[in-house]
C-alpha cells in the first residue's frame, strides 16, 4: 500500500516535508528519496545522518567572504599564493564553487548573499555591499561575475556605480557575454565560464 498524505503527521511526513524544501525536489521525488532511505538504513541513512552531523558541526561561514570552509578565514582568502589585488564578486558559494572548478581564477572572492530584485524584494541593504567597499585596500580589479539575467545585470551596473563612487581608480570588468543571457553560473561548464573570465571587458 502506498504512503498517503491522508496519514497522521508523523516523522515520515516531517522528513517527506523536509526533503520537498530542497531544491530541485517536489513531494514524488521526496517520497522516493523517504522511502529509499528507510528501506536502506544503514547503507543510505545512517551515513547520510553522520554526514549532515559533520557538516552541520565543523563548516563554517567565512567572515571575510562569505565563502563555507572548515576554517574562517577560508583557505581562500589565507592562500598567500592567491592574488591580493583582484576580487571576484560573486552571488552565491554555489558560484564561487563554479568559478574555482575551472582553475582560472586565482584571485579572492566576495559572495553577495544574492542579487537585486525589485520582484522577490531584495535590495542593497540586504546584500554584502557595505563589507565590499570596506575590502577595496590593495585591489586593483574587481570582476563582476554575476548571471547574466535582467536582475543580475541591474545588480552589476548599481555595484560598479558604487565601486566608482569609492575608487575612481578602480578597474571594474565583467565577464564576457560567453555566459548565455538568461544563465546561471552554477549551471555552466567549465568552458563556458573559463572563456567568459579569460574576455571580461571593462563595465
Known amino acids: 500500500?502506498?504512503?498517503?498524505?491522508?496519514?497522521?503527521?508523523?516523522?515520515?511526513?516531517?522528513?517527506?516535508?523536509?526533503?520537498?524544501?530542497?531544491?530541485g525536489l517536489g513531494p514524488r521525488s521526496a517520497r522516493r528519496i523517504a522511502l529509499h532511505l528507510l528501506t536502506n538504513r544503514q547503507k543510505a541513512m545512517a551515513p547520510l545522518m553522520q554526514a549532515l552531523e559533520q557538516t552541520a558541526a565543523q563548516v563554517r561561514i567565512c567572515t571575510a567572504c562569505g565563502n563555507l570552509d572548515l576554517s574562517d578565514p577560508c583557505r581562500i582568502c589565507t592562500n598567500p599564493q592567491r592574488q591580493q589585488n583582484t576580487l571576484c564578486v560573486v552571488a552565491g558559494v554555489a558560484d564561487l564553487w563554479a568559478?574555482?572548478?575551472?582553475?582560472?581564477?586565482?584571485?579572492?572572492?566576495?559572495?553577495?548573499?544574492?542579487?537585486?530584485?525589485?520582484?522577490d524584494g531584495i535590495t542593497p541593504d540586504m546584500l554584502t555591499i557595505r563589507p565590499l567597499l570596506e575590502r577595496l585596500a590593495g585591489v586593483e580589479?574587481?570582476?563582476?561575475?554575476?548571471?547574466?539575467?535582467?536582475?543580475?545585470?541591474?545588480?552589476?551596473?548599481?555595484?560598479?556605480?558604487?565601486?566608482?563612487?569609492?575608487?575612481?581608480?578602480?578597474?571594474?570588468?565583467?565577464?564576457?557575454?560567453?555566459?548565455?543571457?538568461?544563465?546561471?553560473?552554477?549551471?555552466?561548464?567549465?568552458?563556458?565560464?573559463?572563456?567568459?573570465l579569460k574576455s571580461r571587458s571593462r563595465v
Open 1 to 23: 500500500m502506498s504512503y498517503s498524505s491522508r496519514q497522521n503527521d508523523g516523522p515520515l511526513d516531517s522528513l517527506i516535508r523536509a526533503l520537498a524544501g530542497l531544491p
Open 99 to 119: 568559478i574555482e572548478r575551472t582553475g582560472a581564477f586565482k584571485g579572492r572572492y566576495h559572495i553577495l548573499g544574492g542579487i537585486l530584485s525589485a520582484l
Open 141 to 196: 580589479e574587481v570582476i563582476l561575475a554575476l548571471a547574466a539575467t535582467v536582475d543580475g545585470q541591474a545588480t552589476a551596473h548599481y555595484l560598479s556605480d558604487r565601486l566608482q563612487d569609492a575608487r575612481p581608480d578602480l578597474r571594474i570588468t565583467r565577464l564576457a557575454h560567453g555566459v548565455p543571457v538568461g544563465g546561471e553560473l552554477d549551471y555552466l561548464d567549465e568552458g563556458t565560464i573559463m572563456t567568459a
